[in-house]
């Protein structure tokens, strides 16, 4: 099996569940191979903001999250170098979901650029994620660490 074939639920396990800032903020990962994610994030009580909206932090949390498990499916441990993200409109319904897709893919330096939309499919923020490469991986056995 290739590594674009590779089979990523035991990671997405492991992305998902235990003590981890992403799990506990509510962000979960649905999908990752061949370089790419998508995730979601329920609207809750505690993602919003005194206004009544999804937090921009949580909207975040979510984005890096998602962009930094595409960039794992890659080969190499990433680290996040930068971000910038774009909070274009309010979030309607009870779900937000991400996608984050490659700009560059190159030795050290990968570049994500990920779209969050809403259950209206309308889009809610853009962003550009930048990883830095710290060196190949072996993905864990189930139960083991990322």
């Known amino acids: 099996m290739s590594e674009h074939e590779r089979d990523y639920s035991h990671m997405l396990e492991k992305v998902n569940s235990g003590p981890y800032f992403g799990p506990k903020a509510g962000a979960m990962v649905t999908s990752a191979g061949n370089g790419e994610a998508a995730g979601e994030l329920a609207i809750r009580t505690d993602t919003k903001n005194p206004m009544g909206v999804v937090h ?16 794992f499916t890659t080969g190499r441990n990433c680290v996040t170098l930068d971000s910038s993200m774009q909070f274009l409109t309010a979030a309607r319904g009870d779900k937000v979901y ?18 969050i939309t809403d259950a209206e499919d309308r889009l809610v923020a853009t962003g550009i994620f930048t990883f830095y490469a710290t060196g190949e991986h072996k993905l864990p056995e189930p139960g083991g660490t990322v």
């Open 56 to 71: 921009g932090g949580a909207l975040f949390t979510l984005a890096d999250t998602v962009a930094g498990t595409a960039a």
């Open 98 to 115: 991400c996608t984050a897709k490659p700009k560059k893919a190159g030795r050290t330096i990968l570049v994500y650029e990920i779209s």
